[in-house]
């Protein structure tokens, strides 16, 4: 199995910052993808960032220039959203995901838990 931890999430005023943290671990060999979604009240899951195999890093256009995605998905396999001059829309619980070659050789996808963002206006 591949787990996923996420820490980081809670309450804070707008214009505010919050750093979100995943780590992955059990039985994986490598990460394809990992990255955050967001599910507010009522909407849909929604992808906000994600870093690839490679490097390459994808931030939505709804938080580009707030928020900022970092990590290491090849040795450590932790990923961190921090998020910055937060906005009471911002407010959903985080997920984050991991696309992962595991052990059996074959690709298996994970989430983690969710953690709540609230933002205050």
């Known amino acids: 199995q591949v787990q996923l931890v996420e820490s980081g999430g809670g309450l804070v005023q707008a214009g505010g910052s919050l750093r979100l943290s995943c780590a992955a671990s059990?039985?994986?060999?490598?990460?394809?993808?990992m990255g955050w979604y967001r599910q507010a009240p009522g909407k849909e899951r929604e992808l906000v960032a994600g870093?690839?195999?490679?490097?390459?890093?994808?931030v939505e256009d709804f938080v580009k220039g707030r928020f900022t995605i970092s990590g290491d998905t090849a040795k450590k396999n932790t990923v961190y959203l921090q998020m910055n001059s937060l906005k009471p829309e911002d407010t959903a619980v985080y997920y984050c995901?991991?696309?992962?070659?595991?052990?059996?050789?074959?690709?298996?996808?994970?989430w983690g838990q969710g953690t709540q963002v609230t933002v205050s206006s």
């Open positions: 995901y991991a696309d992962v070659l595991t052990t059996r050789l074959n690709n298996y996808s994970a």
């Open positions: 059990g039985s994986l060999i490598s990460i394809n993808f």
């Open positions: 870093i690839t195999s490679g490097g390459a890093i994808n």
